[in-house]
């Protein structure tokens, strides 16, 4: 059976690489050019959003490729209410398969995205009593780690059901917020693009000093997430 899911396991970072690869040229035309990446969208019409949506889900699954342009992004490309249910949905989608995927394979899957060390530093999900409400906080502000997270809650005891209410409803504000402020990036209202920002660098400042807090090991002992 081990055997198995370790060809699995290959077959997934196969697939992983691939849609990488295939998504790849969006990817550099939106970190160059974000005009061509609208005439991108315009001239690949409709379908346009499914790729939008396949690459949003891939940056939460390949945790190095950071989430915050995608959202300025899609507020930009598909406006405030479609930019943000656009990308909550895929984010959302991208989070639930993460966690079954850790469910699965285990600390071996964590481990081909995080450091070990990484991984014994997060103590707050020993918390157990507190779960739910502590990871929804943590996902409703910016500051957080949330890729790193996302990968953790797979190895907790976390119901399916909660994970994808917490994803689904802790993300949108501050997606709401960074697609306004896309949205007002491509309407030249750059009052409005100041204003965004400085709320959002407070809030991430917030969410940094939350998680530093909530995340002190208090029992003195390791927290090491076994398989």
């Avoid at 055997?3 to 160059?32: D, H, N, Q, S």
């Avoid at 779960?131 to 409703?140: A, D």
């Avoid at 502000?141 to 399916?160: A, E, N, Q, R």
Wanted: net charge neutral; with cysteine; hydrophobic share 55%.
């Amino acid at each position: 059976m081990k055997k198995y899911r370790y060809l699995i396991l290959a077959a997934v970072i196969l697939a992983f690489t691939g849609a990488t690869a295939l998504l790849w040229k969006p990817l550099m035309i939106f970190a160059e050019n974000p005009e061509a990446l609208k005439l991108w969208a315009e001239e690949t019409g409709p379908i346009s959003v499914v790729i939008f949506g396949a690459m949003n889900m891939l940056q939460v699954i390949i945790a190095v490729i950071p989430g915050g342009p995608f959202e300025v992004a899609a507020g930009y490309l598909y406006g405030v209410l479609g930019g943000t249910l656009l990308c909550d949905v895929a984010m959302t989608l991208g989070s639930v398969l993460v966690f079954l995927l850790v469910k699965h394979f285990g600390m071996k899957f964590v481990l081909l995205f995080f450091s070990r060390e990484q991984v014994d530093n997060v103590h707050f999900l020993k918390n157990t009593s507190r779960l739910r409400t502590i990871l929804f906080i943590l996902f409703l502000i910016p500051g957080t780690p949330k890729d790193l997270i996302t990968y953790l809650v797979g190895l907790s005891d976390l119901d399916l059901g909660s994970w994808v209410l917490i994803c689904f409803i802790g993300r949108l504000p501050a997606i709401l917020f960074s697609a306004m402020g896309g949205s007002a990036l491509g309407t030249e209202e750059y009052g409005m693009v100041i204003v965004i920002s400085v709320l959002l660098v407070v809030c991430y400042l917030v969410g940094s000093w939350l998680y530093k807090k909530w995340n002190v090991k208090k029992d003195g002992t390791d927290s090491k997430s076994e398989e």
